[in-house]
């Protein structure tokens, strides 16, 4: 399975169902069709498969770039990749508070008015927040416990999680840092009827996001674990299908894979743009309006967002080539393929 087509559909599936809950949701539709509740429905199963299937993906890609730095002493992982990712975290979260401020003051639910809010939201980020800071500390964690078993790991992070839903994204991260080998073997060693028991435990795994006072956080990860092995399988069948069938890799989902990183920072900006401008005004329209508008308005919003990502990593790939051909020389012609994004590569 290719590393790219899976960050391609994570990020993808993770922005339309982010959409469908912070906007479309949002809106009050008057149509009888019930187009709103399908919306719904899609929304809660991508969100389910989305993130998990990103963040392994970009699991990987930091194992590939940054997993040198693991064996290395302390002061290269802090300075090489740490540092500036935290450097990057800080400056993205500020710009978009600001424009959230704005614009859209209530659109994350998030409070952040002054520096006793947005301090915690620097330190240790909500979920939605954290995907820079939790690039920067894979590594670091990663370091810290390679003598310890990968289930051991992951068990640890996901119990973290009942104190501080930060480190959610950390626990996937480091499923594709542990696993990548596994994963990348999915193909050959998977079947079609493996979907069948994999199923079975994504269904009863995601069951848990409907049990009343189950911890939010700690929801998301079981959930997460539980769909992850169907969801990696299926695109492994897929993408061997494909191949096997004479197709060559997509060039569209490569380029969507490069800039995943970039695709999710702008999602909550360009999403709340819309949401803006679009909440009010749809909800007095009427049902000429309302009907195409309630079928297309997430896939034209996800369009959007992925379209800025995409154009986004392509300008700051030329702003830095030389950063670009260093690495690649380094890591080998597979590095092109990374959905980490150019900055994360600095």
């Known amino acids: 399975m290719r590393q790219p087509d899976a960050a391609a559909v994570g990020v993808v599936a993770a922005v339309t169902a982010y959409v ?8 009050e539709w008057t149509v009888q069709a019930p187009l709103p509740v399908l919306w719904w429905v899609l929304g809660a199963i991508l969100g389910v498969v989305g993130m998990p299937l990103l963040l392994t993906a970009l699991g990987r890609g930091v194992e590939r770039q940054a997993g040198h ?67 920067a500390l894979a590594p670091v964690v990663a370091k810290l416990a390679r003598r310890l078993p990968t289930g ?10 009942l104190l501080t839903t930060a480190p959610t994204f950390l ?30 435990v994504a269904l009863v795994g995601a069951s848990v996001l409907g049990v009343p006072r189950f911890p939010d ?24 299908a494909r191949l096997g069938a004479g197709r060559r ?19 909550i900006p360009v999403v709340a743009l819309f949401d803006r401008v679009l909440l009010a005004r749809l909800g007095h329209m009427g049902p000429t309006v ?35 051909r260093r690495h690649a020389a380094r890591k080998g012609p597979d590095l092109d393929r990374s959905p980490v994004l150019a900055e994360v590569d600095r």
Not at 249 to 267: C, D, E, F, K, M
């Open 171 to 200: 626990v996937f991260l480091l499923v594709g840092m542990r696993l990548g080998p596994e994963i990348g073997r999915l193909a050959e060693t998977t079947t079609w009827r493996s979907l069948l028991p994999q199923g079975a």
């Open 69 to 135: 730095l693991i064996g290395r002493s302390w002061w290269r992982l802090l300075t090489e990749w740490v540092l500036p990712l935290l450097a990057a975290h800080v400056v993205w979260l500020g710009l978009t508070l600001v424009g959230l401020r704005r614009f859209n003051p209530g659109f994350t639910g998030i409070p952040a008015r002054d520096v006793a809010e947005i301090l915690p939201l620097v330190v240790l980020p909500p979920p939605e927040l954290s995907l820079l800071w939790s690039l």
């Open 20 to 27: 469908v809950e912070r906007h479309y949701l949002q809106v």
């Open 249 to 267: 890799p997509s060039r569209g989902l490569t380029q969507v894979g490069t800039a995943a990183v970039a695709i999710y920072l702008l999602q």
């Open 152 to 161: 051991v790991v992951i068990v640890a992070l996901a119990g973290l999680t």
């Open 217 to 240: 956080g700690l929801g998301t990860v079981v959930a997460g674990l539980a769909v992850l092995p169907f969801a990696l399988t299926l695109l492994a069948r897929l993408g061997s």
């Open 290 to 324: 309302q009907y195409p508008a309630a079928l297309v308005e997430p896939l034209v919003i996800v369009a959007v967002v992925v379209g800025c990502g995409v154009v986004a990593t392509v300008l700051v790939q030329r702003a830095f080539p030389g950063t670009r």
